[in-house]
């Protein structure tokens, strides 16, 4: 009889936990989408419906809550009928509760691409900030010096496609894109002001054949790390987004499974394959 309750206890946390999954699955994802083709004047359309109008190149959008799951992208020059072939298209398939970039850029061999960057919304150090570089341009590699007051950072050899992130103290910076061997500058400095607990991601966009090289800055906000250690609940509070329940419920279960493991603790134990 104990069994029994036990195993009913067990199915019921379990369908517990896979509702909240099943509710965090169907919610929606944070999208900022950065336009970075130089020169190029675009409508977004997104599952076949205009979503930006008239979008500036080297321009981002707030952040966008669009449903998780799949979806279709097509970029189109301002003005040009829905029913065109686009410039770029994709689909895309993005998850709940996460933050993207949706980076319209020119690839290794100066063709448009679509490319969805997952950012990263991990707390940051006290005291910090995060630097993301992500060469969304075409061909040779570069480096990038950003340089402060507080502190140096050197992104060394990136090629096309290729990211890089690190965590400096907040403060008065200037960012120099240089060639991969660091002799030369192929963009004009650029001053960044970076404040505690946020990201900035730096992209390197544009074609050095075409002479259109450029850097876009996209701040995002994160979470600093807390200075103390709080104590909690005794390891018993449900997680952030968990119904109370649930967190109360799994620790009832975790009781009566380690109660039967008492009990049944004289039995022989039988292995089977899983």
């Given at each position: ?109 100066g063709q448009p691409e679509l490319s ?92 050095s054949p075409q002479g259109t090289l ?12 807390p200075k103390g250690v709080p104590t ?43």
């Amino acid at each position: 009889m104990r069994k029994v309750a036990l195993l009913l206890m067990s199915l019921v946390s379990i369908l517990g936990m896979s509702s909240v999954v099943a509710s965090a699955q169907t919610g929606n994802a944070t999208v900022t989408i950065v336009h970075a083709l130089p020169k190029f004047t675009a409508d977004v359309y997104v599952d076949g419906k205009l979503a930006l109008d008239g979008f500036k190149p080297e321009t981002t959008t707030q952040p966008l809550q669009i449903p998780a799951g799949g979806h279709h992208v097509a970029i189109r020059e301002v003005g040009a009928a829905p029913t065109s072939k686009p410039a770029l298209a994709g689909t895309v398939r993005l998850d709940a509760a996460t933050n993207y970039s949706l980076v319209a850029h020119y690839d290794a061999k100066g063709q448009p691409e679509l490319s969805v960057y997952r950012n990263d919304l991990s707390p940051v150090p006290a005291g910090r900030c995060r630097v993301v570089v992500r060469n969304a341009a075409t061909p040779p590699p570069v480096s990038l010096s950003v340089k402060g007051q507080a502190d140096d950072a050197v992104f060394a050899d990136l090629s096309s496609g290729q990211d890089d992130q690190k965590i400096v103290p907040p403060g008065k910076y200037t960012v120099r894109v240089l060639s991969a061997s660091q002799s030369r500058g192929m963009v004009a400095p650029q001053t960044l002001n970076v404040n505690e607990g946020t990201s900035y991601l730096l992209y390197v966009i544009g074609s050095s054949p075409q002479g259109t090289l450029n850097l876009m800055v996209q701040p995002l906000r994160v979470r600093s790390a807390p200075k103390g250690v709080p104590t909690g609940n005794g390891g018993f509070a449900a997680p952030s987004g968990m119904p109370a329940w649930a967190g109360a419920l799994g620790a009832v279960t975790a009781i009566l499974l380690v109660g039967s493991g008492f009990m049944l603790a004289r039995r022989p134990r039988r292995w089977t394959a899983g």
